[in-house]
């Protein structure tokens, strides 16, 4: 479930720690001036170290107050907080040297994750994903068309013309953790393949591929594989192969609350004369 962007223990946990070290930096470049006697004063530093601790305060008042409490006491929680702790000191210690460059850097990586993320719906609880629907079905195969409940998914209506007359569906299902959630729903999905019973493989594939995740987080031919590191992993699901009927629709639902391996279904649909 997608939490509001102020209750996400994350956003305050990465503001604080980052401000908190760089508050750090700053008071002891100030410490190391004055034991090195110069004369020149420090001007700007106390104001900027005051500012940053004054902000890091504020955010360990919004981890108290919004967020959830349970995940304060993960270790991967503790990590990435004196990770971000770390960072933020050097930044304030080396401003040019580490400073400037992590700047860059942030919003490169930030960049890719939100790259990687394009095509990929939210998920929002149990709900109709695809449907199909059969213009005609003989021995020949089936012709029809497939439309998406979420086009950010893929092609929001496509043709199909496969073999056979029993048709499922394979799904590509995401579950991002820790500060990817600030990316916003940690469920996500995507359409990946129409399959029948009659091919060897998957009747149709379906793009957008993102060679990002698919280069990071690759996945076997297995219905069953899964990939994953940190905070991210990726895996399949597929409903079996039903048997369509002339101008019934087919729908696929996906519910989040099975467990995985079962939270792709199908259903009937109605006549569309009726």
Known sequence: MTVPLYANPWLWLLLGSLALGGGLAMFLRILLRQLRKRRRRPEG????????????????????????????????????????????????LFPRAFGLPLLPLLVLVIGLAATGLDGWAPVEGKHVIATIIPYSVDASGMHGELSLAAPGAGPAVRALELPGTEVGLEVERLAL???????????????????????????????????????????GPGGSDESGFAFIRRWRESAAPVRLEALVQQRFTLDPAAAQ??????????????
Not at 66 to 78: A, D, T
Request: charged share 10%; hydrophobic share 45%.
């Open 45 to 92: 530093l106390p104001t900027i170290g005051m500012v940053l601790v004054s902000i890091a305060v504020l955010a360990a008042t919004g981890l108290f107050v919004f967020p959830e409490k349970e995940v304060l006491g993960e270790s991967g929680f503790r990590m990435v907080g004196l990770i971000s702790l770390g960072l933020g000191f050097l930044a304030g």
């Open 177 to 219: 953790g820790g500060p990817l959630t600030l990316f916003g729903s940690p469920s996500r999905y995507r359409v990946a393949a129409v399959s029948t019973a009659e091919a060897a493989g998957p009747g149709l594939i379906l793009p957008p591929r993102s060679s990002l995740l698919d280069t990071m987080l690759p996945l």
């Open 261 to 274: 391996g079962g939270q792709l279904g199908s259903e009937g649909g109605q006549d569309l004369f009726n």
